[in-house]
């Protein structure tokens, strides 16, 4: 496009014998180169450093993006230590849900280890019953559902039922 | 005579090439740096494209998601905003649907429909579409949010100017101020986990799996596989926002 008009326009000049340029175009064109010179001065400075690098945005914003810290360690970290959990889990039904679905962010506890940093469910009717609970909406085929009102009244979950191991019952 | 002629065509020819390889070394000049003219488009096709399939069926409404999400991104708990959220669902008998969503589902659903009125009933876990044609990105006035070169809708924080049009733009309302920061925020895929080789936080503690986040660029990935077996649809395809957030089993009662 630019270099096309640029050619036309020159053949145009260099084909006409007489070409008449009038006097104020050359003005007009300092004017012009002035405005447009300040317009690049002022861009140059305005847009931050790595806009556009990747497309219409700072390219190092991606970088930002990445840098936020985690809360929740991922369960490789988790039996790193915890071997024996990951054996007991892989024999039963909770296999595919990850330690921190119930312990809640681990992070903290990878980094200090200490107990207190990781959340211990009590284990109780309604801790269990958030996934458990008969409702409606609730497929059977997806997820084992006890009706509270009637299973086991005033006994709490973890009495009879390994949460690692959940059909491995307690004594 | 001739002799002249031949001069002059000859001036005219060398000027002429002259000014054609100026004009060419100029566009090329113009070329490498076509960001000036017009934002460049992410080619690099090494890189993963994401996306994500719900599984309602799947879903069991425990708030799991919302609530890790939470803690992860550091979303104040209140005010209530979300960057994920499960929506209950219930169709009556008589047709009318009833939608709730109590604190994003993070303390759990109380069914308030008695069970003999219930047609239907399901969750909706709801999340940034991550769209390739996102109207959210394209309305920024300062080129603030973008997709990352990963197909993630992401906000550069430190330029956005809080102006709220992306809040506005998204039709499916992913998108909040955040009442700390005054900027816009919302759901990035947890790209700090992503980069990290980490799944995001709403994956990685839903129990049942309904969640599965892959490269639609890699034709043998988990999600891919899914996406080949499985009937799928995006929310308002009508709006052509090429949304990447597939459901399984959607209802036409979701909006």
């Known amino acids: 496009m630019v270099p096309t008009l640029t050619l036309i326009f020159a053949i145009n000049i260099h084909t006409q014998m007489k070409f008449y340029l009038p006097p104020q175009i050359p003005r007009l064109a300092i004017a012009f180169g002035i405005f447009i010179s300040l317009f690049l001065v002022l861009r140059y400075f305005l847009v931050p450093a790595t806009f556009g690098e990747y497309g219409h945005y700072r390219g190092a914003s991606l970088n930002d993006n990445a840098q936020f810290g985690i809360h929740y360690a991922g369960q490789e970290a988790c039996f790193k230590c915890h071997q024996e959990i990951e054996d007991k889990k892989s024999q039963d039904v909770h296999v595919d849900i990850h330690c921190e679905s119930c312990h809640g962010p681990g992070e903290k506890h990878v980094i200090s280890s200490k107990v207190a940093d990781v959340y211990r469910p009590a284990g109780s009717r309604e801790f269990c019953g958030k996934c458990h609970a008969l409702y409606p909406g609730r497929l059977k085929s997806t997820i084992a559902q006890v009706d509270l009102t009637k299973h086991n009244i005033g006994k709490n979950c973890i009495e009879c039922h390994n949460p690692h191991q959940p059909w491995e019952m307690k004594k | ?255």
Not at chain 2, 44 to 71: R, T
Not at chain 2, 131 to 155: K, N
Not at chain 2, 193 to 215: D, H, I, Q, S
Request: charged share 20%; aromatic share 10%.
């Open chain 2, 1 to 255: 005579m001739g002799n002249e002629k031949v001069k002059s065509s000859r001036r005219k020819f060398l000027k002429n090439a002259t000014l054609l390889a100026a004009a060419t070394v100029g566009y090329s000049w113009l070329k490498s740096s076509q960001y000036l003219i017009h934002a460049a488009e992410p080619e690099d096709k090494s890189l993963p494209w994401y996306g994500v399939v719900i599984d309602i069926q799947k879903c069991i409404g425990c708030g799991n998601c919302a609530s890790a999400c939470k803690k992860e991104n550091d979303v104040p708990v209140e005010p209530f905003f979300f960057r994920t959220w499960v929506e209950q669902y219930t169709v009556k008998n008589d047709g009318s649907v009833d939608i709730v969503s109590p604190n994003g589902g993070i303390d759990g659903f109380k069914q308030t429909v008695p069970d003999e009125e219930i047609f239907k009933s399901f969750f909706v876990p709801k999340m940034c579409n991550h769209c390739a044609h996102s109207p959210c990105t394209q309305v920024c006035p300062v080129g603030a949010t973008y997709i990352s070169p990963e197909g993630v809708v992401l906000i550069d924080e430190k330029y956005c100017i809080g102006c709220r049009y992306c809040v506005q733009a998204c039709p499916y309302g992913c998108r909040f101020i955040h009442p700390v920061k005054k900027v816009a925020n919302k759901c990035t895929l947890c790209y700090h986990r992503l980069k990290k080789g980490l799944a995001p936080a709403c994956m990685e503690v839903c129990p049942t799996g309904a969640r599965m986040y892959g490269n639609l660029r890699d034709k043998d990935s988990a999600i891919v596989k899914y996406l080949k077996v499985h009937t799928t649809q995006v929310l308002r395809p009508n709006l052509n926002t090429g949304s990447k957030l597939y459901y399984n089993e959607l209802s036409s009662e979701v909006r």
